[in-house]
């Protein structure tokens, strides 16, 4: 049977949207906490920050959409912050899982297990996992489409 994750996996392999890693280096300056890492969207479990060599992952947090490294008390001016982690290209584990949710429910509206009960991510029979996968990709790609939409000087040939 499916798991959210199984799904949100084939979601991602979809769409060519796999994780990256990455490590990047800051040298703090003494008066902020806050520090924009060079990628973006960041999976935020797999974020580990290093201040000195002591690890402070505990102590700080991210903004997954942004990027943005927030650390709890403000790093002393010449401590070295190194940030590891990955990164995708386009969504958050959080919009991917919203986008297989979204989907699975218009796919399963009216459809019921053998026992007559609503199906869920948990009962949907593995014949059934690839169209909501394909659902749920097409979801992410109008998302992207439409943000596409709003950029400045996009050009493209007529027709299209």
Known sequence: MATLSSLVDRVRLELGDLGKSFVTQFMADGTTNRFQLH????????????????????????????????????????????????????????EVEYFVTAALEQHAARKTDSLGRKITVDTLPTIEEYPVALYASTLALYTLATDASFDI?????DGV
């Open 39 to 94: 990628y973006a969207p960041i999976e935020a479990p797999s974020l580990q920050v290093l201040a000195n060599g002591v690890d402070i992952s505990n102590a700080s947090s991210i903004e997954e959409s942004t990027g943005v490294l927030v650390t709890d008390t403000v790093p002393a001016d010449g401590v070295v912050l190194l940030v590891s982690g990955n990164y995708y290209r386009y969504f958050t584990t959080a």
């Open 153 to 157: 000087n996009v050009f493209a040939p």
